[in-house]
């Protein structure tokens, strides 16, 4: 039986879907609200409104996170690392798909990474793409990347995960996938920011072309496959991501740049990642501009006009 750990909005969904191809166990840390959503068949808080299927049951107990098929950790990337050493007893030798986004920022690890770093005796993927919880559990027809560096164990996951209405890419190159889930959550921000400023959508279309050859930089220089980031992992997702209010760091870039306070209690991964990238990018050497910025307006550091001038103040150049 699958396992989804992490009762947030896309954990709930991703239960939701595999669902339509058998027995799923969501499994939420807890208690009382894994009784609630066992009971009501709905996850009130983070995903109102969908009713999860009769083969999905929840619960918080540990064992439930023993699965032999497979464990898909819908759990933030920030909190990834100690949620494995929690549960290390349950997850040692299991096959373990992280379902976040975003770069760890103490270890400045991807979630595939954190995985084996921290589990080495398991086996590290990462699911990722464009997607938003809501889609996935309507049974909207989704298309995501599935990333193993084991070539069999990648294809036993991609058969295993898909169902009539999310359809999996497999691929090996798990640095190319968690640097473009990851990255593009940075240049999401940018992108709210930018409409809620009133700078236009083509100011939007030069800065998410500008992100992406960031992405790519990054990911060249870690060795990453360059076509994986033109595909669902990277450009796919950018483009979700940055277009549309569904998308969580969209909307807190945007209420940046209006002036608005954030009340949103889910978790915005690009804030974090912003700050690892742009570690790793002084540290390494590697030209990334809008997302050293995007750290530095986070942080308070510079406002948002300040960063756009400082952006179009760069030597011209080639593209």
Not at 194 to 209: D, E, V
């Amino acid at each position: 039986m699958i396992t989804v750990a992490g009762g947030g909005a896309f954990g709930t969904a991703l239960a939701a879907a595999l669902a339509a191809s058998g027995p799923v166990k969501l499994w939420v840390r807890d208690p009382a609200a894994a009784a609630g959503m066992q009971e009501t068949r709905e996850n009130t808080r983070r995903l109102p409104g969908i009713r999860l299927p009769d083969a999905v049951t929840v619960t918080a107990e540990t064992e439930a996170l023993a699965s032999d098929e497979a464990v898909l950790l819908a759990i933030p990337a920030q909190a990834l690392a100690g949620f494995l050493d929690a549960h290390r007893a349950q997850l040692e030798g299991r096959a373990l798909v992280a379902c976040a986004k975003g770069i760890d920022a103490e270890r400045l690890t991807g979630p595939a990474a954190t995985i084996a770093a921290t589990l080495p005796g398991s086996t590290a993927a990462i699911l990722t793409g464009p997607s938003f919880a809501r889609d996935i559990a309507l049974g909207l027809p989704t298309a995501l990347t599935l990333a193993c560096r084991d070539r069999a164990e990648a294809e036993r996951l991609q058969h295993l995960l898909s169902t009539p209405c999310l359809r999996l890419y497999r691929t090996t190159d798990v640095i190319g996938a968690e640097l473009g889930g990851a990255l593009k959550n940075v240049i999401a921000i940018a992108a709210g920011a930018t409409i809620a400023k009133g700078y236009g959508a083509s100011a939007r279309a030069a800065l998410m072309t500008r992100g992406f050859a960031e992405m790519q930089r990054l990911a060249a220089h870690r060795g990453a496959d360059p076509t994986t980031l033109m595909g669902l992992s990277g450009f796919g997702d950018l483009t979700l991501t940055c277009t549309s209010d569904q998308s969580r760091n969209y909307r807190f870039g945007h209420a940046w740049g209006a002036g608005e306070r954030w009340e949103d209690a889910g978790t915005v991964e690009g804030v974090k990642t912003a700050g690892a990238v742009a570690r790793i990018a002084a540290e390494e050497g590697i030209d990334m501009p809008i997302t050293t910025l995007v750290a530095a307006v986070v942080a308070g550091e510079i406002d948002i006009d300040a960063a756009l001038r400082t952006l179009l103040a760069r030597p011209l150049k080639e593209e």
